[in-house]
């Protein structure tokens, strides 16, 4: 059993791995956005940031709680790989309708100390608790010059409950432990993967996604798990382009077809957004929660309003200077970005939060989930034709 088991998870993240390299994304579309993307479009642009994801698709038809069908997954981001150095971070919250565990520690110190982990709702037990686990097992506080450490894993959510037996509990610890040891820079898959596997977005299957800005020399990379919003409400390169496929393309709900009309079950504001920043640019936890703030911007770019049933909570960090956090030391000398010099990483994070949601619904797939419910996909030439009729199509 042990031995199967591990070849599903490395095949799983393969899968993750592979569709990295092949799913379409939003400037494949030819949507115009602004701004200058670093290398791979992602947040592990950002020196030393890496993701590691396991995705757990199985089962088909009626729901049977503790067996399926599944459809879920964790995603890891390690600001500073497998080293623990920890870093200056901040959070926000838009609407609170949600979790990020860890934040009252990272409110009063102005440290985030562990890995940042990314589930469903009824799974964040697990994953924190299994978060504590690796951190022992590969001892990771071990540099920090004490034998004595406590851990508040930063864990958040998003419901993916429409899709996935999310009471069957199916995210394990040898998922989380997986997704944290894989976790690697370079490109990073989007769509239907990690903790955004069973998630919905905007009317459209959505899920995971990235993206990242260059601007006066430092980087900006944000990663989502977008679980928001309603039809109507999707707006892409400032085009109303969900009030036109309103009667198209149905949800199938329990046996019910259900199109985006405003009166539709689904057109209510609802799900949640989670999103992580990442920057190299010097600034201080005051600043990064500044530009936590500017994640918001970002999501009211693609229509989302922060409903009440939504839980929308952002956390910022910075990679610079490293080696500060440091318990035997009286005192550190930190560098800091001038507040008159940020308002560029302000546009850099709202940038890269829209287009980051862009490339999670772009990337996803239709999907089919438990009781044969069913999410579409993004309709990639139908979005084309709606943003030539508004003149904001990029010619490839």
Request: with cysteine; hydrophobic share 40%; proline share 4%.
């Amino acid at each position: 059993m042990k031995i199967t088991l591990t070849y599903l998870l490395v095949g799983l993240t393969l899968l993750s791995l592979a569709q990295a390299q092949t799913a379409p994304r939003a400037r494949d579309l030819g949507i115009p956005l602004d701004g200058t993307p670093g290398r791979y479009n992602a947040i592990t642009d950002v020196k030393g940031v890496e993701v590691g994801m396991v995705t757990l698709i199985s089962g088909n038809g009626k729901l049977d709680v503790g067996k399926g069908p599944v459809r879920t997954g964790v995603t890891a981001i390690l600001p500073r790989g497998k080293t623990c150095d920890p870093v200056f971070a901040n959070w926000h919250t838009l609407n609170g309708n949600g979790e990020m565990t860890g934040t009252t520690w990272i409110t009063e110190s102005g440290f985030l100390e562990t890995p940042i982990l990314i589930t469903n709702t009824h799974s964040v037990g697990i994953v924190r608790d299994a978060a504590v686990a690796w951190e022992a097992q590969n001892k990771f506080y071990k540099d920090l010059g004490s034998d004595i450490w406590f851990s508040y894993p930063l864990v958040a959510e998003t419901y993916d409950g429409m899709l996935n037996d999310i009471n069957g509990f199916h995210v394990k610890k040898e998922h989380v432990m997986t997704a944290l040891d894989g976790a690697k820079s370079g490109p990073v898959a989007e769509g239907a993967v990690g903790g955004g596997t069973g998630m919905v977005c905007l009317g459209f299957k959505g899920g995971t996604g990235t993206s990242s800005r260059v601007v006066n020399g430092y980087t900006v990379g944000v990663l989502v798990q977008a679980n928001f919003g309603s039809r109507a409400q999707l707006t892409i390169a400032g085009v109303p382009v969900g009030r036109a496929l309103l009667d198209t393309l149905a949800w199938q709900l329990n046996g019910e077809q259900i199109y985006g009309k405003p009166k539709a079950k689904q057109s209510d504001e609802r799900g949640s957004i989670i999103a992580i920043v990442a920057t190299d640019a010097p600034l201080l936890p005051h600043q990064l929660k500044r530009i936590a703030q500017r994640v918001s911007l970002g999501i009211g770019k693609m229509g989302g309003v922060g409903g009440n049933s939504s839980g929308d909570i952002f956390l910022a960090f910075s990679t610079a200077n490293s080696g500060v956090f440091d318990r035997k030391a009286r005192t550190k000398s930190v560098e800091m970005l001038t507040n008159d010099q940020i308002d560029p990483l302000f546009t850099a994070t709202a940038q890269a939060t829209e287009e980051a949601i862009l490339n999670a619904l772009v990337a996803a797939k239709d999907m089919r989930g438990i009781n044969d419910n069913f999410i579409p996909a993004l309709p990639h030439e139908t979005i084309r034709k709606v943003l030539k009729q508004y003149n904001r199509l990029n010619k490839n």
